[in-house]
């Protein structure tokens, strides 16, 4: 276990500066400068519960604010998860289980993202993996201390994240399964009182959140037809990882079948299967009135998905030379596949505003668009003045930066301050209406003298007076 974690851990860390802090990580960190009690506070506005940004405020104040200082944290904490899921696979199925559901997890694309990323969402991902594992325990062992435990990473779970509720819904079905053994069946049942019970400070919270959303919609699309499957392929980094499962899968079942071991398969197989089948599956549904089926919301579900593959192959492969094939196969697929390509870069926010501070001048001010790009901006354009937690937007005006939102807020303050030049600094994209908008109203009265994009939805662009 010590070794998946440490490699996991080590051979990820060269990489934590190649990306620039950007798009919700400013605001993680901008926000966990304030007090605990503050940020407690703050998750009664903003959509997300308070552990993560906690974890970050005492962080931050331990490491400072480098973006590779700071990315330590959710790799570390990535790193973990990988640790855990080893020690599930071996725990309850066996060895090439668990090193197959580790190295899913370690050469999955989408998880080398989020392993750096400053966000909650690998977090949860690890809370999903540790209350895996004490519930298979639990269940295994009945131990008290392990319900303990169980409960625990249930608390964890849904202060990182409101989705974590659907991993407490899979508890109460999965223990639906440990009904005849009563003893067992009555602690799972303690462990979800106690979870809900500890959420109750957040209940009216998250009741008004569902509310807000489930009326006013979301900023996500509900997903295209066939998402499910693609998404499924994006863990896997490819659907060839998929196609393997199921040709072994097949042959594991016929196999089984022969040998008379189909229907005398254990619970905790299908207690891995329906950890991520229906958590997915169900999210998938609901986005088509509630959109949330976006690849960093439905992360934690590949956790059971990782689980599950590894566990299947250890049950249907049935031999043990026919699992170790399987597992090296598809843990080379993985690496064959792997690539961090463009979009581990992201967006090159720190040189769009190096050429923000080459373009200042007497004559200009620098808008922002949109208004809540001030966190990013500010990050990379002066680090003392983003530390200024109640302070920002003055002193970014002080520096004749505004951010706004429409042509006319932009006219009206470059008139006041008798400006012939405006900056023009894009976080939204070349296609977003409100840019688009702003853009042909500021043609009005003046000409576009220079634009120059970044990757990825970067624009700068400078307009002067007619």
């Not at 201390?145 to 508890?171: K, P, Q, S, T």
């Not at 069946?185 to 809900?196: C, E, M, P, Q």
């Not at 209406?433 to 043609?443: F, I, N, Q």
Request: aromatic residues 18%; positive net charge; charged residues 20%.
């Amino acid at each position: 276990m010590l070794a998946i974690i440490s490699f996991s851990f080590f051979w990820k860390l060269p990489y934590l500066g190649v990306r620039d802090l950007c798009l919700d990580e400013p605001f993680t960190l901008y926000h966990s400068q304030k007090s605990v009690k503050e940020i407690v506070s703050l998750c009664t506005k903003e959509p997300n519960p308070p552990l993560f940004m906690v974890l970050v405020h005492f962080w931050s104040k331990l490491v400072g604010f480098s973006e590779e200082s700071l990315r330590i944290l959710p790799l570390f904490i990535s790193s973990l998860t990988a640790g855990v899921l080893y020690i599930t696979g071996k725990r309850f199925f066996s060895f090439w289980a668990g090193l197959l559901a580790a190295g899913l997890f370690m050469f999955s694309k989408y998880f080398f993202y989020f392993s750096g990323e400053l966000r909650m969402y690998g977090l949860m991902c690890l809370c999903t993996s540790g209350a895996l594992f004490f519930f298979l325990k639990s269940a295994e062992e009945g131990k008290p201390r392990d319900f303990w435990f169980l409960l625990l990473c249930n608390v964890a779970l849904i202060y990182a994240h409101y989705f974590g509720w659907f991993v407490i819904m899979i508890e109460g079905i999965s223990a639906l399964f440990y009904l005849k053994n009563k003893v067992i069946f009555k602690r799972f049942i303690w462990v979800l009182l106690g979870t809900a019970f500890c959420f109750a400070p957040l209940l009216v919270v998250f009741i008004e959140q569902f509310f807000v959303k489930s009326t006013d919609g979301t900023w996500v699309e509900p997903p295209p037809a066939g998402q499910f499957k693609i998404q499924v392929h994006a863990f896997l980094n490819s659907g060839m990882v998929f196609r393997l499962m199921e040709f072994f899968v097949p042959i594991g079942l016929g196999l089984a079948f022969v040998l008379g071991q189909l229907f005398k398969t254990p619970k905790k197989y299908i207690v891995v299967l329906i950890w991520w089948l229906i958590p997915l599956g169900l999210m998938y549904q609901l986005s088509s009135e509630i959109p949330m089926f976006i690849d960093r919301y439905v992360l934690y579900c590949s956790i059971g998905l990782f689980v599950c593959i590894g566990a299947f192959i250890e049950r249907f492969a049935h031999f043990k030379w026919l699992q170790a094939i399987a597992t090296l196969l598809l843990i080379a697929h993985m690496i064959g596949s792997f690539s961090m390509e463009k979009e581990y870069c992201r967006r090159e926010i720190r040189a769009a505003v190096e050429e923000v501070k080459t373009l200042e001048s007497d004559g200009n001010i620098v808008i922002l668009y949109p208004e809540w790009s001030k966190l990013n901006f500010s990050y990379h354009y002066d680090l003392d003045m983003f530390k200024e937690k109640n302070q920002l937007t003055g002193k970014l005006n002080e520096a004749e930066v505004f951010p706004f939102y429409t042509a006319d807020q932009v006219k009206s303050k470059a008139s006041e301050m008798r400006k012939n030049e405006i900056i023009l600094f894009n976080n939204a994209g070349p296609y977003d209406a409100g840019y688009v908008e702003m853009v042909k109203g500021l043609k009005s009265e003046y000409r576009e003298i220079s634009k120059k994009e970044f990757p990825d939805n970067l624009i700068v662009s400078v307009f002067r007076k007619n």
